[in-house]
């Protein structure tokens, strides 16, 4: 039986048709390079509009780069960034914020459901500056976490503003913003909230790949643009990475896609078989399933993964249908 993908991430399922008629009218005429075309201009206006700030805003092809690009700007080589320690940037991007960094380490931070436990935050700041291991100089936090749950504008607050009073920066890793966005979370805060630096994910949204880099901090821009340009992630027919954002924002299907994301995982938290082990907050579902189980969910045709806490975990997405959430709880109930 062919493997289906459906669910093994939000990233498997292609373009929304906002994204793709957005990609077609940038398409038309010729404009000029490096993310200095209208299109540019008027997706970063968007995205402005949307947060409700005045900052600057470039466009990647990858999640990755932005958050490593974005740390790199908020420590020195010889400094270290706080994260939770299942972080993507701790544990899905291959050393890359030490890459583009030129060394910058990270500290992961414990913490439930992949939210940073405040006193653990607390204890990591408290501790002394030695020259024999890197001290931090940034947060990193993420929302949609990596295990689907999002946290409030005050959770973050109070996380950052004990890094913002040492006169750290704070990076906010946006991925499945559009996911904690669906589910409540207010986006016109984040500029309050003392973020420097917000990656905002277009990627697992729906789009074909971009991600916007959000500089709140305008001082951060300096010379951006030779750092992308470094890091060859300053694409020169750059209105290809930017149009899909004025499909997502114009329509609003950014969000409600996303929302519709949500629903799905809530269908299916609905027919799972098996004890879900973290809150269904956003558009994933991670359950307590042993091996054998997963791996006859397999041969029925469905792939998902293990995760790093050793749940299984489900992703719906923005074209996941009740259909298939119907026809992977009769396959649930079957082999669990």
Same mark, same amino acid.
């Given at each position: 039986?062919? +493997?289906?993908?459906?669910?093994?991430?939000?990233?498997?399922?292609?373009?929304?048709?906002? &994204?793709?008629?957005? @990609?077609?009218?940038?398409? %038309?005429?010729a404009?000029?390079?490096?993310g200095?075309?209208?299109?540019?201009?008027? %997706?970063?206006? @968007?995205?402005?509009?949307?947060?409700?700030?005045?900052?600057? !805003?470039?466009? /990647?092809?990858?999640?990755?780069?932005?958050?490593?690009?974005?740390?790199?700007?908020?420590?020195?080589?010889?400094?270290? /960034?706080?994260?939770?320690?299942?972080?993507?940037?701790?544990?899905?991007e291959?050393? %890359?914020p030490?890459?583009?960094?030129?060394?910058?380490?990270?500290?992961?931070?414990?913490?439930?459901?992949?939210?940073?436990?405040?006193?653990?935050?607390a204890?990591? @700041?408290?501790?002394?500056?030695?020259?024999?291991? =890197?001290?931090?100089?940034?947060?990193?936090?993420t929302?949609?976490?990596?295990?689907?749950?999002?946290?409030?504008?005050?959770?973050?607050?109070?996380?950052?503003?004990? &890094?913002?009073?040492?006169?750290?920066?704070?990076?906010?890793?946006?991925?499945?913003?559009?996911n904690? !966005?669906?589910?409540?979370?207010?986006?016109?805060?984040?500029?309050? @909230?003392?973020?420097?630096?917000?990656?905002?994910?277009?990627?697992? +949204?729906?789009?074909?790949?971009?991600e916007?880099?959000?500089?709140?901090?305008r001082?951060?821009?300096?010379?951006?643009?030779?750092?992308?340009?470094?890091?060859?992630?300053? !694409?020169?027919?750059?209105?290809?990475?930017a149009?899909? #954002?004025?499909?997502?924002?114009?329509?609003?299907? #950014?969000?409600?896609?996303?929302?519709?994301?949500?629903?799905?995982?809530?269908?299916l938290?609905?027919?799972?078989?098996?004890?879900?082990?973290?809150?269904v907050?956003?558009?994933?579902?991670? !359950?307590?399933?042993?091996?054998?189980?997963?791996?006859?969910?397999?041969?029925?045709? #469905?792939? &998902?993964?293990?995760?790093?806490?050793?749940?299984?975990?489900?992703?719906?997405? #923005?074209?996941?249908?009740?259909?298939?959430?119907?026809?992977?709880?009769?396959?649930?109930? =079957? &082999?669990?």
């Amino acid at each position: 039986m062919a +493997a289906r993908y459906d669910f093994a991430s939000d990233n498997v399922a292609g373009a929304m048709p906002e &994204v793709l008629a957005a @990609l077609t009218a940038a398409n %038309a005429g010729a404009a000029s390079g490096y993310g200095t075309d209208h299109v540019s201009q008027r %997706a970063a206006d @968007l995205i402005r509009a949307a947060l409700d700030a005045d900052a600057e !805003v470039r466009f /990647v092809a990858s999640g990755t780069a932005a958050n490593a690009l974005s740390l790199a700007c908020l420590a020195q080589p010889h400094e270290a /960034v706080l994260a939770h320690e299942h972080a993507h940037v701790c544990t899905d991007e291959t050393g %890359a914020p030490g890459f583009f960094g030129a060394g910058v380490g990270l500290i992961g931070l414990p913490g439930a459901s992949g939210k940073i436990d405040p006193a653990a935050l607390a204890d990591a @700041l408290a501790q002394p500056d030695v020259s024999y291991r =890197q001290s931090p100089a940034a947060l990193s936090l993420t929302n949609a976490t990596e295990y689907g749950t999002v946290y409030s504008a005050e959770d973050l607050a109070a996380l950052a503003a004990p &890094v913002r009073a040492r006169g750290y920066g704070v990076h906010l890793d946006g991925a499945r913003l559009a996911n904690a !966005v669906a589910a409540g979370f207010d986006l016109k805060g984040i500029a309050a @909230l003392g973020v420097d630096i917000l990656v905002m994910g277009g990627t697992k +949204a729906g789009s074909t790949p971009t991600e916007a880099i959000v500089l709140f901090d305008r001082d951060l821009a300096r010379r951006f643009d030779a750092r992308l340009k470094h890091a060859g992630q300053l !694409v020169s027919k750059g209105r290809f990475l930017a149009a899909p #954002w004025i499909g997502m924002l114009e329509t609003g299907a #950014w969000q409600a896609r996303a929302a519709h994301a949500g629903a799905m995982a809530r269908r299916l938290a609905a027919l799972m078989p098996v004890p879900i082990h973290h809150p269904v907050q956003a558009n994933g579902l991670f !359950v307590e399933m042993d091996e054998p189980a997963r791996l006859r969910l397999a041969e029925a045709g #469905w792939f &998902v993964y293990r995760f790093l806490d050793g749940t299984v975990r489900f992703m719906c997405s #923005w074209a996941t249908t009740a259909e298939a959430v119907d026809e992977l709880g009769e396959a649930l109930a =079957q &082999v669990v």
